[in-house]
Nanobody, 115 residues
Framework: QERLVESGGGLVQPGGSLRLSCAPS????????MGWYRQAPGKERELVAT???????NYADSVKGRFTISRDNAKNTVYLQMNNLKPADTAVYYC?????????WGKGTLVTVSS
């Protein structure tokens, strides 16, 4: 079920930065872990980073040290700061929110890293 809206994607040169944001399109109660996933052309969707309510974070090895996930619990908003971007980071990035009854997803935002 898509009730999240991502923003901040675009075209950036290798080594550049982007900041993705994700917020609910309506009221969502009981959000627990929030996260970012991505899907590159011809590949399966993969985990990028997650953040729990208390702030505990988890990152894919491929983005450690370059990406930072954060959240604003008052706004149910999650962010992904992406630095030192590489062409391999090119993908559609999806926001995810875990609630007690399942998961919500966004429609995705495209990030293209190219010179």
């Amino acid at each position: 079920q898509e009730r999240l809206v991502e923003s901040g994607g675009g075209l950036v040169q290798p080594g550049g930065s982007l900041r993705l944001s994700c917020a609910p399109s309506g009221s969502i109660f009981g959000i627990r872990t929030m996260g970012w996933y991505r899907q590159a052309p011809g590949k399966e969707r993969e985990l990028v980073a997650t953040i729990a309510n208390a702030g505990d974070t988890n990152y894919a090895d491929s983005v450690k040290g370059r990406f930072t996930i954060s959240r604003d619990n008052a706004k149910n908003t999650v962010y992904l700061q992406m630095n030192n971007l590489k062409p391999a980071d090119t993908a559609v990035y999806y926001c995810n929110a875990e609630v007690f009854t399942g998961y919500y997803w966004g429609k995705g935002t495209l990030v293209t890293v190219s010179s």
